[in-house]
């Protein structure tokens, strides 16, 4: 009699950034299947309980024992979802998950791993507030303590050079509370005090908060945990309107001047 | 006797690279409810005809008109939705809808308008690949003719030393045959002949085709019109296992010489 092992399987699935409205079909399907859901206490609770789903949710700042975890699990034939907020694969999950994968036992290698992907948090504001990132753009993550200070000044600096509008995630670290306050003077210095800055906060939640202001007027504590920070290129505009003013970056840089 | 006029409305929606399973349920009730479909016509054919709906499909370049369309049908009380593929803010239909809203007349300003986003190509072939934009990262649309050339040039000089990883969006463009070759060229001699290039066509679709080489080994004929290229940043690496390898950006960039 023969005996094949059912082969466990990851799939690290993007949430979105709160709205169900915004978590894909695909993303649906693999919960709808999974044995077992892991991830960040927040993430894990959106996921809604059920018969044979075993939620093993954990503590910020502990993403490599997280994904170890998953892998263990999948390597044992169970079918986990790694879940988190907005898109795996931007500043979140999925990185961790081959950083683990990398320096883990070889037979990690033959799990079926994929990676759904999700709306990224910018995407999620950038909808809400217009099209600021309607031209070229770059996304910085402010978050960690895994880069070195001296690389985010000298990154976000070269960003304003190259008139990217920038997304940063993460502007408010709790290692780094005075970070973001020296970014946004970086910033005024290379781009001028009039550059829009957008604060997006809680996009797409009940409690969601946009703000649309110049850098001259742009203070740290106007972003928390929970913002995602655009600033603008050249040339991002607003345009006037009852109600909530539109901010959009123009698809054409003819005779930009950088 | 009262009237009140319907007033008209336009979402501006993301369709995703492709399959099905990646829209968002907020689109799929958008075009659910919407009496008139407006968009390029491979997007256009996307959605499923039905009683009630008219769809307007046009051909590429003409953004600007189409644009124009949605919001006068939107001005005589039609619920418009105007269909990107990928993200709607991402390259795509959202700041041109802005650009016509902006230079048109006073009473568009009145319109019901939202943007509904989408996984835009990068997110999905980044997923398919595993987690190339695992660290900071930029966007750079090499399609169009709206931008000088020695801008994009000194962008991608820029963005290779702040060292992003790099999505190229519409990297053979038309208009510009001979441009991604000379992308190509300034990037091995910023960043090296081993830089790691993900070429992944076709996203999500049943012709799918993802291509990992080095740059010295990229060639501009490696991306046609459905490609989406990725250009790692110093620290972007391979995991080698059964079929296809895992691209992937550590979260850390400690100990980083840029």
Known sequence: MSFVQDLGSIAIAGLGPGDEALVTPEVTAALAEATDVVGYFPYAARVAPREGLTVHASDNRVELERAMLALGLAAQGRKVVVVSSGDPGVFAMAAAVFEALESG??????????VLPGITAMLAASARAGAPLGHDFC???????????PVIEKRVRLAAEADFAIAFYNPRSKARPAGFARILEILQE???PDRLVLFARAVSCPNEELRIV????????M???????????SRTRVIERTGQPILYTPRSALGASS
Not at 139 to 149: F, G, Q, Y
């Open 139 to 149: 996304a910085i993550n402010l978050s960690d303590n895994l880069k070195p200070w």
């Open 214 to 221: 110049r850098l001259s007027e742009a203070r740290a504590d």
């Open 105 to 114: 036992p070889d037979h990690w290698r033959t799990l079926d791993i994929r």
């Open 190 to 192: 290379a781009c001028g």
């Open 223 to 233: 972003a928390d945990m929970r913002t995602l920070v655009i600033v603008g290129s």
